[in-house]
């Protein structure tokens, strides 16, 4: 492929073409398709870190989202200061104070992949909290006291009752989460963990191909976020139907 | 059955029941009428202990509600609710509406669970529905099946919350016809309505409430016919 500005009648009618900005600009699909075996190392790495992360942050927003719902102060203000504390922080901020604060502190070392899934793990932990939260308390209070109206204690009325219509409502939000904690990984690149953005960057530190790279990198994220969409709008379809 | 002395409740600074005193014998049935406001949910929410009692007496089959000893979820084994707004389960078709309690609180197998729940269904008239789920069905059969799940408890009485005043006015008569049912099979009943038409056909007596209090208590024909209190008079102008 010839490159622009190599044609005189191009730059005649195009002065533009000659700007310092394209020369030598030459799009290679072959850095792409070269690039995109040690990208998927990196991208193993970045669904390895989302899972376990998210598995983490389920359990995390579980507990913590019925704490805040919970009939117990103390444990409705634990939660409450958790929830605060990281929505209202940056998660860079998070993820350099785990890694680089906390062994500090603790005096010892994490290693950047564990670091990596704690950080996501307690982060998406505080906005599945509230995922949980706001589907537990939109259920019709009405629900429960039909369920305690034939003699089931309260915990039998959340789970037979409230816990199912719950579920349901949570699948959107949660996999909105879940998609914008998988793009999260990304931010790991600060300390120094091998998932797909730092890969993209270890690849153009040696071929300066920023354009292929940066793109081959963008468009395996997208494929990860929309196989991601595709499974969670066939288990909401799947769980319409069994109404 | 049901017995009430001197019953207080508040919600912060709002009193809606004051001094509230009221007995039901076994297989009576009992109609509450007044204004908006009155108190009348509330007391039935009271009897079924959705809402924890300010002051006073709540005595059920002997059980009183406050005492620690007394188990809450036996008493509302004991007594039935049908509200307002159905309340029933979304995500359970009308059979298991009306399983549920017997299968996990009476812990009964789910074989005699669905002969029962198919029995009861059949009796509020809706045996081919035991498999829809709610949303396929219209607000009068979803208070039948509200009906049925109560039922499904054997209660010894049944309250009823406004249990026609979301239906459409053409739905209204299919779920009467199961409560008058009831009140002849001797259920003992405590009906919050405004449907005349029910309280003369098979209330027992009247009891017209206003301003968290009881005005008067009378069978229904003097109720009607006769009121004593002017607040009564005014009240039955005004729905008729």
Redesign the interface.
């Known amino acids: 492929m010839p490159g622009p500005g190599t044609s005189g009648a191009k730059t005649a009618l195009y002065p533009m073409w000659n700007s310092p900005m394209d020369i030598g600009f030459d799009f290679k699909y072959s850095v792409m398709w070269e690039s995109i075996p040690t990208l998927l190392i990196g991208m193993k790495w970045t669904i390895l870190i989302t899972i376990f992360g998210l598995l983490i942050g389920f359990l995390l927003g579980a507990l913590f989202g019925l704490m805040r719902i919970s009939g117990n102060p103390f444990l409705r203000k634990l939660a409450g200061t958790y929830i605060e504390s990281v929505r209202g922080t940056p998660i860079m901020v998070q993820v350099m104070f785990i890694y680089f604060g906390l062994p500090m502190a603790l005096n010892t070392r994490i290693p950047p992949m564990i670091a990596g899934i704690v950080a996501i793990a307690v982060n998406s932990g505080a906005y599945i909290a509230e995922v949980f939260r706001g589907a537990f308390q939109s259920i019709?209070p009405?629900?429960t006291?039909?369920?305690?109206?034939?003699?089931?204690?309260g915990l039998?009325t959340r789970y037979?009752?409230i816990w199912?219509?719950a579920f349901?409502r949570m699948i959107p939000p949660l996999g909105n989460q879940f998609i914008i904690s998988l793009k999260d990984t990304s931010l790991l690149v600060v300390v120094g963990v091998g998932e797909l953005t730092r890969t993209g960057q270890e690849i153009i530190a040696s071929n300066f191909r920023a354009f292929e790279v940066w793109l081959t990198v963008a468009i395996l994220y997208l494929v990860m976020t929309l196989s991601l969409s595709k499974v969670l709008n066939l288990l909401e379809k799947k769980m319409d139907i069994?109404? | 059955m049901i017995k009430i002395l001197d019953l207080y409740k508040n919600f912060g600074d709002v009193e809606v029941l004051q001094g509230v005193g009221l007995e039901i014998a076994q297989k009576e049935v009992t109609v509450i009428m007044g204004p908006s406001g009155s108190g009348k949910s509330t007391l039935l929410r009271c009897i079924?202990c959705?809402e924890e009692i300010s002051d006073g007496t709540v005595v059920i089959d002997g059980h009183d509600v406050r005492d620690p000893k007394t188990d809450i979820?036996?008493i509302?084994?004991e007594v039935?609710?049908v509200?307002q707004?159905f309340?029933?389960?979304?995500?359970m078709t009308a059979l298991g509406n009306v399983t549920?309690?017997p299968l996990?609180?009476r812990k009964v197998s789910r074989a005699d669970a669905d002969k029962l729940g198919r029995e009861l269904l059949e009796k509020v008239g809706l045996a081919d529905k035991a498999d829809a789920?709610p949303?396929h069905l219209s607000g009068g059969q979803k208070q039948r099946v509200?009906i049925a799940?109560?039922l499904?408890?054997r209660p010894k009485a049944m309250l009823f919350d406004e249990p026609t005043s979301a239906l459409d006015p053409e739905l209204v008569g299919e779920v009467l016809e199961v409560m008058k049912q009831l009140g002849r099979e001797g259920m003992t009943m405590v009906v919050v309505t405004h449907e005349m038409g029910f309280a003369r056909e098979v209330a027992d007596r009247v009891v017209f409430m206003d301003d968290g209090q009881i005005v008067e208590d009378s069978p229904p024909e003097e109720m009607f016919e006769s009121p004593a209190h002017e607040r009564t008079r005014s009240f039955l102008k005004s729905i008729l």
């Open positions: 019709d009405g629900q006291e039909a369920g305690r109206s034939i003699g089931l204690t039998q037979y009752v199912p219509q349901k069994s109404q | 079924n959705l979820n036996f509302r084994t039935g609710m509200f707004q309340n029933l389960f979304p995500h549920l309690g996990k609180v789920y949303e509200a799940r109560s499904a408890m």
